[in-house]
């Protein structure tokens, strides 16, 4: 069974880099979707965007090109990165993988709280 | 972007009852690719429904879904005290995907 799970700095300030890292047992990251997904009370549910089986990217043109999702297939893992960042970005991001050959996020880490403050 | 709208806002069941949740495309849906989901507090969303009717390994069968086009429907078909819970319906035809607003069935 595949597991997922986010890390990274719980607190960013304005106009820095929120780095996240999605790290995958019981499977490779070389193979499905790899979503990523945040939710906030103001905006519920947002696609940020995804990294496929062959490490093409599609992104939300709603965050304008702050966005990089990327992956190391060493590690086993997939990253994102979102820079720039303000208050609204603060949010609980989930890392999600497709359940099947379509992108549709099917197993999903546990999320991780970040807040954006100074 | 596809706009979803999930109705009723909140669903009052009771246990054993049967619900049905809408979810309604602005446009259609790409090959109908309309996922639905389940969440309770602190936990993450829960894969329900894919391709508008398949269900993942291990979702009870009381959980189906229907529809076509711009039109979905989730149907739990007896209510049990671990369906009370947001439901959410999400797009993945077309980029950006998009998700609903959800709809809350709580017990009456």
């Known amino acids: 069974q595949v597991q997922l799970r986010e890390s990274g700095p719980g607190l960013v300030k304005p106009s820095e880099t929120l780095s996240l890292t999605c790290t995958v047992s019981?499977?490779?990251?070389?193979?499905?979707?790899w979503n990523w997904i945040r939710q906030s009370p103001g905006k519920g549910l947002e696609w940020i965007g995804y990294?496929?089986?062959?490490?093409?990217?599609d992104y939300n043109p709603s965050l304008k090109g702050r966005v990089t999702i990327s992956r190391d297939t060493s590690k086993n893992q997939v990253y994102l990165k979102l820079a720039s960042v303000t208050a609204a970005d603060t949010a609980v991001y989930y890392c999600?993988?497709?359940?099947?050959?379509?992108?549709?996020?099917?197993?999903w880490g546990q999320g991780t709280l970040v807040t954006v403050s100074s | 972007e596809v706009v979803l709208t999930q109705s009723p806002g909140t669903l009052s069941v009771s246990p054993g009852e049967r619900a049905s949740l809408s979810c309604r495309a602005s446009?259609?849906?790409?090959?109908?690719?309309l996922a639905w989901y389940q969440q309770k507090p602190g936990q993450a969303p829960r894969l329900l429904i894919y391709?508008?009717?398949r269900r993942p390994t291990g979702i009870p069968e009381r959980f189906s879904g229907s529809g076509s086009g711009a039109d979905f429907t989730l149907t739990i078909s007896r209510l049990e005290p671990e369906d009370f819970a947001v439901y959410f319906c999400?797009?993945?035809?077309?980029?950006?995907?998009?998700f609903g607003r959800g709809t809350k069935v709580d017990i009456k």
């Open positions: 999600a993988r497709s359940v099947d050959v379509v992108p549709a996020p099917g197993y």
């Open positions: 019981g499977g490779s990251v070389s193979s499905f979707y």
């Open positions: 990294i496929f089986y062959s490490g093409g990217t």
């Open positions: 446009e259609s849906v790409r090959s109908n690719y």
């Open positions: 391709s508008a009717s």
């Open positions: 999400q797009q993945y035809g077309t980029s950006p995907f998009s």
